[in-house]
C-alpha cells in the first residue's frame, strides 16, 4: 500500500515545534521513507511567533507538499487554530484536552476540530509533567504519541531523539521518558481507521546513501564533493547555514574559510582566489547578490572562475528576510553594469542543489566565469530525502591550461580560440604572467578600447557560455508529463517546479493533456527546447513566485509567444490547487474554442 | 642629504641592467605623467623584488583603480587590476588560495581610504601576509584632479571649488591603530630610502604598510609638491623603538611634518597560520605548499 502521509506540527517560538519535527522527520526517513518538509518560523529568536513544522511522507515520490495535512498537532492553540481548516476530512487533530488559565470564548481548540475531522484531546501537559517532573518535553509526549497512533517503530523514534539530543545526557533522558507516556498513552486510545502507514519500499542502489537533508546542506555537500578549496562569506539569512557547514567541514579537509568583512569582500576574495586557481565560492541572499554586482562583471570581463550561491528572500531591500520569493532572477541573470552574460543554474529540489551547486564549480573552471547558483528559502529550508551516489559526481579539474610555451612567445591570457575559452595560466606557473584586468584588453590582457577588440572580446565573452548549454551530465532543462501535443504546458524554475509537478500530474487524471517542463539553466538560456515545448502547447502557464513575471520576461525575451502568467508574493510555496484551477481554466477555455 | 655626487648615464645603466632588476619590469610603459613620483615606486619595487629573489611568477601585484593603481601592468610579475577600492579584498583571495606567493597590494589614498577603506581594517587585523603600498598623492588623479580623502582643508579642486571643507584623514595612524604588524613611511622623492622600505615591508611575515608622500606635479601646484614635501619630511627620531605602537601612534600623528622610517613592526602569527590552525584543530590535513602548484589541490577529497 502505498503510504502518503502529511503531519504539520503548530507552536509558538519556544514550544520546540520545529525541534519535534526535525525528530520526526529524520525518525520517518531513518524507516526508509521518502519526507519532504519545509518549515515556518518568525523572524525573532525569542517571542511567542507562530512556528509550522510540516512534512510530507511518502513511499512514491513527492515533489511539494500538500494543501492539506492528514494529521495536525497543536502545541499552541492560539496558533493552531487558523489551521485547523488544513486537516483534511477524516484526518486527525491532536490538542491539548485542558487548560489551566482561562480561555477567551472560542480560544480552544475543541470548538474548532471540524465536523469530518477526528479530534484527539490530550493531557500532553500532564503526561509531560507525570513522567519528567516539567512541562518542557510537550513536544517529545506527543511524538510518542503518534508513534503510537500509527504503529510506527519506537526504536526508529529513540534513534532520532538520541542524535538531537546527543550532547545533553539530561535532555535525552526527560525526552525518553516522555515518549513512554506518549506511546503507552496511544495504546489506551482509538486509532485513525483513514490514515494509516504502509511498509516503506526502498530504490536505493548498493553503494548509494540516503539522507535527510535540506537545501542548504546540500549546496554545502555538493561543494565539498567538487573539492571546494576556499570559501570567503557574510552572515545573511536564509544562505547562512551553507557558511555555517562549510565552517565546519572544509577545515576537515585542509579547506580554507573566511568570514569576510561585506560581500563586497567576499565575492572580492573569490574572484581573486579563482584568479590563483582555487576552487573558490561564496554564499548569499538577495541584499548581497545587489553588493557583489560590480565584482561578478570584474569576474566576468578577467574571465575568473568563481561560484556564487544566492538564496533569495522576500521583497526589495531588506524586505521579508524569512519569508521565501523568486524575485531575484532579473538581478541574477542581468545584474551589473555592461554586457556581463554569466551562467545562472536554479536547481527545483534539494537532489538538484547538491549537483548544481558540485557542477557549479566544473562550469565556472571550464568556461572561465563566475556562475550563480540561484535557490529560494524554500529550498534552502526544504527537507527531502536525497539518494547520493557513492562517488561524489564531479571533475576534479577541467582547467584548460597553456602547456610549454614557445621560447620568447608572450603569453596570451585571452587568446582568440575556435571555442572562445582560452589557455589559463595561474600564478606559480613559469613563464605565464599576465595581468588579469577590468578595462576591456587585448589577447595579452593590455588595456584596449579599440572598436575591433571590445567587439572580438564581448563574443568571446558570450559565445564561450553557449557550451555551457551541453556541459555533460547536467540536467539544464527537463519535460515532464504526456508526449507531443498537449492543451497546456507549465514551464516554471527553481523551488516553485514540484508545486507544478503535482499539479500537472493530478490534472492528467482529470484527462487535462499536460506537460511540464522545468527549466534549470538559465542563463545562456536553452532557448532551442524550451521553444520546441512550447510549440507542442495549445495554452502555456508561467507559474512563478514573484508579482512581475520575471522568469515570464526572461522566456519571451527568448521565445516570442504570449503566455498565461501566475504569480503571487505571499512569501510562501504556491498552492498546488491554484495551479490547478489555472491549468483547467486554460483546458476549459481551450476546449470552449475547439467547441465553437 | 648628504654629498652630490655626479651621476654619469652610462654607468648608471650598465649598473641597472647588471642588477637584474630589469627582469622585474614589464615592456609596457608607465603611463603617469613626466615627473611623477610613482616612477620611482616602480623602480623600487622592481629592485626590491631582485633584491629578495622572488621569482617573477611567484609575485602577484594586486591593484584597484586609480593612477596608482595601473601599477600591475609595469611590472613583469602576475598582476590583477581590479574594482576601485577593492584591491585588498582580492590579494586576500589570493594569498589565502596559494601561501607560497608573494603579494603586494597598490593602490592611491581614494581608492584605499575613501571607497576601500572599510577593508583596511580587516587585512591588517588578520594580518594578510602580504604587502600594502599606499601612494599619497592627495588628490585624484585619473579622473583629473579631485579632492581626496587626504587632501588639506582649503585645497581647492574641482569638485571643492571654492575650498575642501574636509579634514583630512591620517592613513599612518589609522593603519597603527587596525592593528598592522608593520607599518611605515617612506617619499617619492628618496628613491634609495623607499627601495630600502619596500624590500623591508616584503621581507616582513604579516601585514605591512609602507605610505608613499609623492606628490601629484600636474594638478596639485600648491600644496604637496616636490618642494613642499622635500622641506617637510624628516627621519624618524633615532632612538624611535619600533617595538612601541604608542610612541608610533604618537610620530604618526604628526602630519604637518611626516616623518619617514620604520613606525612599528611585530611578529605574530598571519592569517595564513590562524587557519592553518583551524584544519588542525579540525583533525584535517594540511595540503603541501608548493610553489608549483597552483592551488590546494592536494587537499582534495
Redesign the interface.
Known amino acids: 500500500m502505498a503510504t502518503d502521509i502529511q503531519i504539520s506540527i503548530v507552536g509558538s517560538a519556544g514550544d520546540g515545534t520545529i525541534a519535534a519535527g526535525e525528530i520526526l522527520r529524520n525518525a520517518l526517513a531513518g524507516m526508509g521513507y521518502k519526507v519532504i518538509s519545509f518549515d515556518v518560523y518568525p523572524p525573532e529568536i525569542r517571542g511567542f511567533g507562530k512556528c509550522i513544522a510540516r512534512m510530507r511522507i511518502t513511499t512514491e515520490q513527492a515533489y511539494s507538499l500538500k494543501h492539506k495535512s492528514d494529521v495536525m498537532v497543536s502545541l499552541d492553540d492560539s496558533h493552531a487554530i487558523p489551521h485547523a481548516n488544513e486537516v483534511r476530512d477524516c484526518g486527525a487533530v491532536i490538542y491539548e484536552q485542558g487548560s489551566i488559565v482561562r480561555l477567551p470564548e472560542g480560544g480552544h481548540m475543541s470548538a474548532h476540530v471540524g465536523p469530518g475531522q477526528l479530534p484527539y484531546p490530550l493531557p500532553i501537559r500532564e503526561l509531560s509533567e507525570k513522567s519528567t517532573g516539567a512541562n518542557r518535553s510537550r513536544n517529545i509526549v506527543v511524538l510518542g504519541f503518534i508513534a503510537g497512533l500509527f504503529n510506527l517503530p519506537a526504536e526508529g523514534f529513540r534513534k532520532a531523539i538520541g542524535k538531537k539530543f546527543r550532547n545533553k545526557a539530561a535532555a535525552a533522558e526527560a525526552s525518553e521518558a516522555a515518549f513512554k507516556a506518549g506511546l503507552d498513552y496511544a495504546a489506551k486510545t482509538f486509532k485513525l481507521d483513514d490514515v494509516s502507514f504502509g511498509p516503506p519500499v526502498s530504490s536505493v542502489v548498493a553503494g548509494a546513501t540516503v539522507e535527510m537533508i535540506n537545501g542548504n546542506a546540500a549546496i554545502a555537500r555538493g561543494a565539498l564533493d567538487a573539492g571546494i578549496d576556499t570559501f570567503f562569506g557574510y552572515p545573511i539569512t536564509p544562505a547562512t547555514s551553507i557558511m555555517e557547514r562549510l565552517a565546519n567541514e572544509m577545515p576537515k579537509r585542509g579547506g580554507r574559510l573566511l568570514q569576510t568583512e561585506d560581500e563586497i569582500s567576499a565575492i572580492s576574495a573569490v574572484v581573486g582566489a579563482g584568479f590563483t586557481g582555487a576552487r573558490a565560492a561564496t554564499s548569499t541572499s538577495g541584499p548581497g547578490l545587489s553588493l557583489m554586482a560590480e565584482m561578478l562583471g570584474m569576474g566576468v570581463i578577467g574571465e575568473v572562475p568563481g561560484v556564487v550561491f544566492v538564496s533569495q528572500r522576500g521583497g526589495p531591500s531588506t524586505g521579508m528576510p524569512t519569508k521565501t520569493e523568486q524575485s531575484d532572477l532579473h538581478m541574477a541573470v542581468y545584474g551589473g553594469h555592461g554586457d556581463a552574460p554569466r551562467i545562472v543554474i536554479a536547481p527545483t529540489n534539494v537532489d538538484g542543489c547538491y549537483r548544481c551547486a558540485g557542477k557549479a564549480f566544473e562550469m565556472a573552471e571550464a568556461y572561465q566565469t563566475p556562475v550563480i547558483v540561484l535557490i529560494d528559502l524554500y529550498l534552502s529550508n526544504r527537507y527531502e530525502t536525497v539518494v547520493f551516489p557513492a562517488r561524489p559526481p564531479f571533475e576534479a579539474d577541467l582547467n584548460r591550461k597553456p602547456g610549454k610555451q614557445a621560447a620568447g612567445a608572450q603569453y596570451k591570457r585571452y587568446a582568440l580560440t575556435e571555442d572562445h575559452v582560452s589557455p589559463r595560466a595561474v600564478p606559480g606557473d613559469k613563464g605565464g604572467m599576465h595581468v588579469v584586468t577590468g578595462l576591456e584588453h587585448n589577447e595579452l590582457g593590455r588595456p584596449n578600447d579599440s572598436a575591433e577588440l571590445h567587439t572580438a572580446m564581448s563574443r568571446k565573452r558570450h559565445e564561450k557560455l553557449k557550451r555551457a548549454l551541453k556541459h555533460p551530465d547536467f540536467t539544464q532543462f527537463k519535460r515532464f508529463g504526456d508526449e507531443g501535443p498537449v492543451d497546456v504546458g507549465v514551464i516554471s524554475w527553481g523551488s516553485n517546479f514540484g508545486e507544478c509537478l503535482e499539479a500537472m500530474l493530478k490534472v492528467r487524471a482529470e484527462g487535462i493533456r499536460c506537460a511540464a517542463m522545468k527549466v534549470v539553466m538559465l542563463s545562456p538560456f536553452p532557448t532551442e527546447a524550451v521553444a520546441a515545448f512550447m510549440a507542442d502547447c495549445q495554452e502555456v502557464l508561467v507559474p512563478e513566485l514573484n508579482y512581475q513575471g520575471q522568469f515570464a520576461n526572461l522566456l519571451q525575451a527568448h521565445v516570442a509567444r504570449p503566455v498565461t502568467r501566475l504569480n503571487r508574493v505571499s512569501g510562501e510555496p504556491m498552492k498546488v490547487e491554484e495551479i490547478i484551477e489555472e491549468i483547467r481554466r486554460l483546458a476549459g477555455s481551450k476546449a470552449a474554442q475547439k467547441a465553437a | 642629504m648628504g654629498d652630490i655626487k655626479p651621476v654619469y648615464l652610462e654607468e648608471k645603466l650598465k649598473e641597472v641592467e647588471e642588477s637584474g632588476r630589469l627582469d622585474y619590469r614589464s615592456k609596457?610603459l608607465p603611463t603617469w605623467c613626466p615627473g611623477c613620483g610613482y616612477f620611482s615606486i616602480v623602480e623600487a619595487v622592481a629592485a626590491s623584488l631582485c633584491e629578495l629573489g622572488i621569482?617573477?611568477?611567484?609575485a602577484?601585484v594586486?591593484s584597484g583603480?586609480g593612477c596608482s593603481s595601473r601599477f600591475?601592468?609595469f611590472v613583469?610579475?602576475?598582476?590583477?587590476?581590479?574594482?576601485h577600492g577593492?584591491a585588498l579584498?582580492?590579494?586576500?583571495?589570493?594569498?589565502?588560495?596559494?601561501d607560497?606567493?608573494t603579494v603586494v597590494a597598490v593602490g592611491g589614498d581614494g581608492d584605499g581610504f575613501a571607497i576601500g577603506g572599510?577593508?583596511v581594517?580587516?587585512a591588517a587585523r588578520r594580518n594578510v601576509d602580504m604587502t600594502y603600498l599606499l601612494f599619497d598623492n592627495g588628490i585624484y588623479g585619473l579622473t583629473k584632479g579631485q579632492t581626496s580623502p587626504t587632501s588639506a582643508i582649503g585645497f581647492r579642486t574641482p569638485t571643492s571649488p571654492y575650498e575642501n571643507p574636509d579634514r583630512p584623514l591620517n592613513p599612518l595612524l589609522m593603519v597603527l591603530a587596525y592593528g598592522a604588524s608593520w607599518v611605515g613611511q617612506a617619499y617619492a622623492g628618496r628613491p634609495d630610502h623607499l627601495n630600502r622600505m619596500i624590500t623591508q615591508a616584503m621581507a616582513h611575515r604579516g601585514f605591512s604598510y609602507l605610505h608613499i608622500l609623492s606628490p601629484c606635479v600636474t594638478f596639485d601646484k600648491t600644496h604637496r609638491t616636490y618642494q613642499n614635501l622635500g622641506m617637510q619630511v624628516r627621519d624618524l627620531p633615532a632612538d624611535h623603538d619600533p617595538s612601541d605602537r604608542a610612541a608610533a601612534m604618537r610620530l604618526a600623528m604628526d602630519d604637518a611634518t611626516p616623518a619617514l622610517g620604520l613606525y612599528f613592526r611585530e611578529e605574530r602569527p598571519t592569517?595564513g597560520d590562524a587557519?592553518d590552525g583551524?584544519?588542525e584543530?579540525?583533525?584535517?590535513?594540511?595540503?603541501g605548499k608548493v610553489?608549483?602548484?597552483?592551488?590546494?589541490?592536494?587537499?582534495?577529497?
Request: glycine letters at 8%; proline letters at 11%; a positive charge.
Open positions: 609596457t621569482p617573477n611568477e611567484n602577484v594586486v583603480i600591475p601592468f613583469n610579475t602576475y598582476g590583477m587590476h581590479t574594482l577593492r579584498p582580492v590579494a586576500t583571495g589570493v594569498k589565502t588560495a596559494n607560497a606567493l572599510g577593508h581594517p580587516h592569517l587557519l583551524l584544519v584543530k579540525a583533525g584535517g590535513e594540511l595540503p610553489a608549483a602548484k597552483p592551488a590546494r589541490k592536494a587537499a582534495r577529497r
